[in-house]
């Protein structure tokens, strides 16, 4: 069975190519349709605008709660106790996001009680398929 875990993050958005910072809600949402992932959602600009997303690996944001992780479009790191730092960068510019640290951290928490590492694997079916490709003829 599939399941999916949305968390709205409070945070202050800094987008660098505009010099402008807001405090925005956010959102994080993971499936085990993709138990690899997670999804950072950004609220649209304007209301005639499609919101901006960004999937990135759930082990690089459970790393970044600890210590600076990841290399170049992703970066995640503490900011202090209390933060997050999420650094995103596009040909378009870049946006740093300060999470509040306590969301993020039940949030990776609830991923893992809804899919553990150890069967990662299973709900991608990698067993399956590599048994599949084994026995083709």
Avoid at 5 to 10: F, Q, S
Wanted: hydrophobic share 45%; charged share 20%; glycine share 6%.
């Amino acid at each position: 069975m599939d399941s999916s875990l949305t968390c709205p993050i409070a945070s202050h958005l800094c987008v660098d190519a505009l010099d402008l910072v807001i405090e925005a809600e956010l959102s994080l949402t993971y499936t085990t349709k993709d138990p690899l992932s997670v999804t950072l959602t950004f609220p649209p600009p304007a209301a005639e605008r499609a919101p901006t997303t960004w999937v990135f690996s759930r082990d690089l944001l459970a790393a970044g709660l600890r210590a600076r992780t990841g290399e170049g479009d992703v970066v995640i790191r503490p900011n202090g106790p209390h933060r997050v730092l999420v650094t995103l960068t596009s040909p378009g510019g870049r946006v740093r996001g300060e999470l509040e640290r306590e969301q993020v951290e039940a949030f990776v928490r609830e991923t893992y009680a809804l899919l553990p590492v150890a069967e990662e694997s299973a709900a991608l079916g990698l067993d399956e398929l590599v048994a599949a490709l084994l026995s083709a003829p």
